[in-house]
């Protein structure tokens, strides 16, 4: 199985800060990686797809980057709706594997 | 808009075998080219994918848990199901339907249903 692994597991920011974060495949998976929002109780939130594709309706301060083995997600200015975990995916093997997930608080 | 709903039991024993459903509303279950895919998440940790079935029935499981799971699609009711047989307290989780968008290759979770909490306790 690919692992992914996140970092920081979890980040504490301000209204305006910009923040990144990381997600590492254990082997490469060239752009084959997804990014999703979770909020408790919400139903998750597809936020970026193939590594920097941002998907329909969300907010361009989200943007994602990398290839091989080492992406990003960045919030160019975190909004207080943002407060949420992020989780990475990838799809490039089966079984499709999900990073740890990154919380991000005030 | 499309939206998913999940819906089962909330409390299971130990040994006997969940059944979850999804209802799909504001489209149709049987077209475009989607998958349908459950996932879940234990207390505290991350996603676990469990499998996903496309409109022509085809399924494609987790191998942790193929031995277990089955996933089905009724068209007649829109709606997809889970399966999943000899639950143990590990199975304890919130267990999401999504559905799976994409092409060659670049497959993504473009929607997800809000989680139904099951508990595997005696």
């Known amino acids: 199985d690919i692992q992914m692994t996140q970092s920081p597991s979890s980040l504490s920011a301000s209204v305006g800060d910009r923040v990144t974060i990381t997600c590492r495949a254990s082997q490469s998976i060239s752009t084959f990686l997804n990014w999703y929002q979770s909020k408790p109780g919400m139903a998750p939130q597809l936020l970026i797809y193939a590594a920097s594709t941002l998907q329909s309706g969300v907010p361009s301060r989200f943007s994602g980057g990398g290839s091989g083995t080492d992406f990003t997600l960045t919030i160019s200015s975190l909004q207080p709706e943002d407060f949420a975990t992020y989780y990475c995916q990838q799809s490039y093997g089966t079984p499709i594997t999900f990073g740890q997930g990154t919380r991000l608080e005030i | 808009q499309v939206q998913l709903q999940e819906s089962g039991p909330g409390l299971m024993k130990p040994s006997q075998t969940l059944s979850l459903t999804c209802t799909v509303s504001?489209?149709?279950?049987?077209?475009?080219?989607?998958?349908w895919s459950w996932i879940r998440q234990h207390p505290g940790k991350g996603l676990e994918w469990i499998g996903y079935?496309?409109?022509?029935?085809?399924?494609y499981y987790n191998a942790s848990l193929k031995s277990r799971t089955t996933i089905s699609v009724d068209s007649s009711d829109n709606q997809f199901s889970l399966k999943l047989s000899s639950l143990t307290a590990a199975d304890t989780a919130v267990y999401y339907c999504?559905?799976?968008?994409?092409?060659?290759?670049?497959?993504?979770?473009?929607?997800w249903g809000r989680g139904s909490l099951v508990t595997v306790s005696s």
């Open positions: 079935i496309y409109t022509s029935g085809r399924t």
């Open positions: 999504a559905r799976v968008s994409g092409s060659k290759g670049y497959w993504y979770f473009d929607l």
């Open positions: 504001g489209g149709s279950v049987s077209s475009g080219n989607y998958y």
